[in-house]
T-cell receptor, first 115, second 111 residues
């Protein structure tokens, strides 16, 4: 399987704990995105990497959220001091520019439940 | 105003009918347009992309783009119960760095 891989797929954590999600993009994709999706809503942009550089962060991304992409390959998204409002599906996507378009492909998502 | 607007539905169509899903966007700098399908509890799956005004067909799916009206649509011919899902419209604005998604339209195809 050469698609975008995310783990863990499901995480239940107590409020106040830290959680980390990992994303392995499609090989040779130099762009990597993190999105968050809650029930009934479309994915919301969180942050974006081109290679190892984090080029953009959403205002949605509070100081409790941090993302890294060391060496421009896999990426991690860490949420510190989780709150119940952080419960959502965290989606990773990757892309490589093709012609005039820039199509992104999603991983299977990581579900977070904060209790 | 949200960047991408979709009717949340649900849109119900009988099996074999044509389903028509619509999307409007606010930024005239939008250059790339996408339709994703999302089954309940799953991640979005790319169906089609469209970049130029007009129609683009792929099997039972046709995407239509009208940049003057800032309107994108997806037609699904010969709808099947397996097409029942939420359809997300996404646009990529001129800086190529972000994709904005609508909230999705839920489609129910009744056998």
């Amino acid at each position: 399987d050469t698609g975008v891989s995310q783990n863990p797929r499901h995480k239940i954590t107590k409020r106040g704990q830290n959680v980390t999600f990992r994303c392995d993009p499609i090989s040779e994709h130099n762009r990597l995105y993190w999105y968050r999706q809650t029930l009934g809503q479309g994915p919301e942009f969180l942050t974006y990497f081109q290679n190892e550089a984090q080029l953009e962060k959403s205002r949605l991304l509070s100081d409790r959220f941090s993302a890294e992409r060391p060496k421009g390959s896999f990426s991690t998204l860490e949420i510190q001091r989780t709150e119940q409002g952080d419960s959502a599906m965290y989606l990773c996507a990757s892309s490589y520019p093709v012609g005039s378009g820039n199509t992104i492909y999603f991983g299977e998502g990581s579900w977070l439940t904060v209790v | 105003q949200k960047e991408v607007e979709q009717n949340s539905g649900p849109l119900s169509v009988p099996e074999g009918a044509i389903a028509s899903l619509n999307c409007t966007y606010s930024d005239r700098g939008s250059q790339s347009f996408f339709w994703y399908r999302q089954y309940s509890g799953k991640s979005p799956e790319l169906i089609m992309s469209i970049y130029s005004n007009g129609d683009k067909e792929d099997g039972r799916f046709t995407a239509q783009l009208n940049k003057a009206s800032q309107y994108v649509s997806l037609l699904i011919r010969d709808s099947q119960p397996s097409d029942s899902a939420t359809y997300l419209c996404a646009v990529n604005i001129y800086n190529f760095n972000k994709f904005y998604f609508g909230s999705g339209t839920k489609l129910n195809v009744k056998p």
